[in-house]
């Protein structure tokens, strides 16, 4: 007899949650999204194919996603596992997380893919909160390895061992994100390096593009093959312990966005290529190609980290 297909519900079948489908259903899951929008539902299916294409998945697998309107449409005794990946809103989310309680089996992990949100905040009024817990993965979902598995106050360690076993099994490299904190660890980390990237931008230091050039082929390369704590490993800790104590004390560390960001996007309205007009003008073409030009960069790179990812 054959094995039963295990079964997971999307809430959100968007940028985000459009990739995390495409993920499970590389996996042969049976992919259940919701989404009120009928508009995302229609547009699901192309974006799914894309995507399986990218992970050199069969295209067919496909066939194991479903859309709903809403969720009681969908048979529940058949799901074992639940991703959140609706708009950032954090009513939003205690309302969508309420009724999964009375949907969802009571063993079954209800998960939360937001960045902006701590986890506690968005599970703290349910009964069965111990099965809530953080899944955080990284845009483009499908072709970035990382996914954050975070545990909140209240979380059984239980769920997030599952979790991470099961984001492994899948392809992923999963990070455990053991206290329940803003940002978690990918975002706080990325956000310390923009505010000094943005900063010496706005002092007049450096370009956007020397910015983009200096981390790309600089430690940005060098962290392909290492992170930051297995290379001072290597360079020695004197060397970054004498460094601190000489830079830390010049490096920015104001608690607001660099001023010409606040003014390019509070009074310009400038957003990137979603207005088509941010610190680069963008036109149709050009988006596209940008975009095509970064994914097949992020899957040879996948390729190159496929043995560290298996091991």
């Given at each position: 007899?054959?094995?039963?297909?295990?079964?997971?519900?999307?809430?959100?079948?968007?940028?985000?949650?459009?990739?995390?489908?495409?993920?499970?259903?590389?996996?042969?899951?049976?992919?259940?999204?919701?989404?009120?929008?009928?508009?995302?539902?229609?547009?699901?299916?192309?974006?799914?194919?894309?995507?399986?294409?990218?992970?050199?998945?069969?295209?067919?697998?496909?066939?194991?996603?479903?859309?709903?309107?809403?969720?009681?449409?969908?048979?529940?005794?058949?799901?074992?596992?639940?991703?959140?990946?609706?708009?950032?809103?954090?009513?939003?989310?205690?309302?969508?997380?309420?009724?999964?309680?009375?949907?969802?089996?009571?063993?079954?992990?209800?998960?939360?893919?937001?960045?902006?949100?701590?986890?506690?905040?968005?599970?703290?009024?349910?009964?069965?909160?111990?099965?809530?817990?953080?899944?955080?993965?990284?845009?483009?979902?499908?072709?970035?390895?990382?996914?954050?598995?975070?545990?909140?106050?209240?979380?059984?360690?239980?769920?997030?061992?599952?979790?991470?076993?099961?984001?492994?099994?899948?392809?992923?490299?999963?990070?455990?994100?053991?206290?329940?904190?803003?940002?978690?660890?990918?975002?706080?980390?990325?956000?310390?390096?923009?505010?000094?990237?943005?900063?010496?931008?706005?002092?007049?230091?450096?370009?956007?593009?020397?910015?983009?050039?200096?981390?790309?082929?600089?430690?940005?390369?060098?962290?392909?093959?290492?992170?930051?704590?297995?290379?001072?490993?290597?360079?020695?800790?004197?060397?970054?312990?004498?460094?601190?104590?000489?830079?830390?004390?010049?490096?920015?560390?104001?608690?607001?966005?660099?001023?010409?960001i606040k003014t390019m996007v509070v009074d310009k309205g400038h957003l990137g290529?979603?207005?088509?007009?941010?610190?680069?003008?963008?036109?149709?073409?050009?988006?596209?190609?940008?975009?095509?030009?970064?994914?097949?960069?992020?899957?040879?790179?996948?390729?190159?980290?496929?043995?560290?990812?298996?091991?």
């Amino acid at each position: 007899m054959a094995a039963k297909q295990s079964g997971i519900v999307i809430i959100g079948g968007g940028i985000m949650g459009g990739d995390i489908a495409t993920i499970f259903a590389a996996g042969n899951w049976a992919v259940h999204v919701m989404s009120p929008s009928q508009k995302t539902r229609d547009a699901l299916p192309a974006r799914v194919t894309a995507g399986l294409e990218k992970l050199s998945a069969a295209a067919d697998l496909v066939k194991n996603v479903k859309t709903y309107e809403k969720l009681d449409a969908i048979a529940w005794a058949d799901i074992d596992l639940v991703i959140e990946a609706a708009t950032e809103n954090l009513e939003l989310k205690r309302k969508i997380f309420s009724e999964l309680e009375t949907l969802a089996r009571p063993e079954i992990p209800l998960t939360s893919n937001t960045s902006n949100f701590q986890i506690g905040e968005i599970g703290k009024h349910l009964k069965t909160r111990s099965r809530v817990a953080g899944v955080h993965y990284f845009m483009p979902a499908h072709l970035v390895p990382l996914v954050e598995i975070i545990k909140a106050d209240f979380t059984d360690v239980k769920i997030c061992d599952w979790l991470e076993k099961n984001q492994r099994e899948l392809g992923k490299m999963p990070v455990r994100v053991n206290k329940d904190i803003p940002g978690f660890i990918g975002n706080r980390l990325q956000h310390a390096m923009m505010r000094e990237a943005l900063y010496l931008i706005n002092d007049g230091a450096v370009s956007p593009e020397g910015v983009d050039t200096a981390v790309r082929f600089g430690f940005g390369f060098r962290f392909l093959a290492c992170g930051p704590m297995m290379q001072k490993e290597m360079s020695g800790w004197d060397t970054n312990y004498y460094a601190a104590s000489s830079l830390y004390g010049d490096l920015h560390a104001e608690k607001t966005a660099a001023p010409f960001i606040k003014t390019m996007v509070v009074d310009k309205g400038h957003l990137g290529m979603k207005t088509k007009q941010g610190i680069w003008s963008w036109d149709d073409e050009s988006i596209k190609k940008e975009k095509s030009r970064i994914e097949k960069l992020l899957q040879a790179a996948m390729q190159i980290l496929s043995a560290d990812i298996k091991k």
